[in-house]
């Protein structure tokens, strides 16, 4: 019989700003860019935080740099900007392990 490692439905996001470094737990399957909104960390600044998509992965506005961890991109927008360099939608990225991102 194999034993498989025990999987987590939490996971540790780090958050990394120029305030410092914060870290929240949150579940697996929703997107980042929900999990940021949720613990008070918005993707947007002061105009995108009002003109965006919602998280549709339509308006490229939820740009963030995940310096650690980053899960291979799973969609053709995300996939550009992130061959480009250009960070990661965070509307794209779904949540299943622990990772560290920078805004």
Not at 10 to 23: N, S
Not at 44 to 65: K, M, P, Q
Not at 79 to 101: A, E, P
Request: net charge neutral.
């Amino acid at each position: 019989m194999s034993k498989t490692a025990p999987t987590t439905d939490v996971h540790t996001i780090t958050v990394q700003t120029e305030t410092g470094q914060h870290e929240f737990e949150a579940k697996s399957g929703i997107t980042l860019r929900q999990a940021l909104r949720r613990h008070g960390h918005s993707p947007h600044n002061a105009v995108t935080n009002i003109a965006n998509c919602g998280g549709r992965g339509h308006c490229g506005l939820c740009v963030v740099e995940i310096v650690k961890d980053a899960p291979p991109p799973t969609q053709a927008l995300d996939s550009t900007l992130s061959g480009m360099g250009m960070g990661r939608l965070s509307c794209l990225v779904t949540i299943d392990h622990d990772m560290t991102v920078r805004l």
